[in-house]
């Protein structure tokens, strides 16, 4: 079993930054690749982004691409997550996940584990 716990969601003014955390615990981890999603009210769940533990390999939603830095420290079994350039729309819950098939990452019932998120509000 894997737990998942994120951190890191604020209040941000538009065009500001912020850094979102994952860390990862368990005694059998050894996931394939970690990413993050975002729900916001009334929407359904959205792909975020994903990378690949071993690789570092990185796949993002468009939405995103530009602006969003995923990345994962080995050690510390830590995923984040670097949002630059927040727009109103990057307004919602962002939770960490984890998979361990080779599946389309931006495929939700993909993976296996899922922390309780972590809320971010951008403010215009």
């Known amino acids: ?9 604020e209040l941000v003014q538009a065009g500001g930054s912020l ?3 994952c ?8 996931s394939y690749a970690m990413g993050w999603f975002r729900q916001a ?3 359904e769940r ?4 994903d990378i690949r533990w071993s690789s ?18 080995n050690a510390k079994k830590t995923v984040y997550l670097q949002m630059n350039k927040l727009k109103p729309e990057d307004t919602a ?8 098939r080779p599946v389309a990452p931006y495929v939700a019932e993909g993976y296996d584990y899922w ?5 971010v509000t951008v403010s215009s």
Do not use: M
């Not at 998942?4 to 969601?9: A, K, T, Y």
């Not at 570092?56 to 420290?73: E, Q």
């Not at 819950?93 to 361990?100: K, M």
């Open 1 to 9: 079993q894997v737990q998942l716990v994120e951190s890191g969601g």
């Open 19 to 21: 850094r979102l955390s």
């Open 23 to 30: 860390v990862a615990s368990g005694r059998t981890f050894s």
């Open 41 to 43: 009210p009334g929407k």
């Open 46 to 49: 959205e792909f975020v982004a």
């Open 56 to 73: 570092l390999n990185t796949y993002y939603a468009d939405s995103v691409k530009g602006r969003f830095t995923i990345s994962r420290d």
């Open 93 to 100: 819950v962002y939770y960490c996940a984890a998979r361990d």
């Open 115 to 119: 922390g309780q998120g972590t809320q």
